[in-house]
């Protein structure tokens, strides 16, 4: 368990395709989605707020449910952004953190997004498996939308 994979704004990078990609080195397979190692490690703090919070650029917070404007509009857009497409919700992310801590919170990662032909986890911008599907993400057109008709997740 990586705690270093879950961002300040309570994105799992462990779901993100960027970072899926790069564990599976799909490139050498074949597939080309961009490399991530995760917000954290590679020092960014905050892909998606950093540039637009004091706070985070000056690493005042770990997580975005320290600050007292949580959970603000930047991130209340972002939220919605993520709900709509990509069945999760960060505000629901942090407040699970606050509440129950993070080995209880990737735990509960693993298997809401456990894939359903392996032990990983199937990536949160498409809904596919890295290590079993493959072929599937080399062929989809829209790498970052799932499948309307997919059912990937065990418990959604
Ligand atoms: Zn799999």
Redesign the pocket.
């Known amino acids: 368990m990586r705690e270093d994979l879950i961002a300040p704004c309570g994105m799992d990078c462990a779901l993100c395709s960027g970072y899926l990609a790069l564990k599976y080195r799909v490139k050498e397979k074949g597939l080309k989605v961009p490399y991530c190692m995760g917000c954290r490690p590679r020092g960014k703090q905050c892909a998606f707020l950093k540039k637009r919070c004091a706070l985070l650029a000056d690493e005042k917070v770990v997580f975005c449910y320290e600050c007292s404007e949580f959970p603000c509009e930047n991130l209340k857009r972002i939220d919605k952004r993520y709900q709509t497409l990509y069945r999760m919700s960060l505000v629901d992310n942090l407040n699970f953190i606050n509440k129950n801590g993070l080995a209880q919170f990737i735990a509960h990662q693993r298997t809401k997004w456990q894939?359903p032909?392996?032990s990983?986890v199937?990536c949160c911008h498409n809904g596919l498996?890295f290590?079993?599907?493959l072929e599937e993400l080399k062929h989809k057109k829209k790498m970052y939308r799932w499948d309307e008709k997919k059912q990937t997740q065990k418990n959604p």
Do not use: A, G, L, P
């Open positions: 894939c032909d392996c990983e199937v498996c290590n079993c599907n």
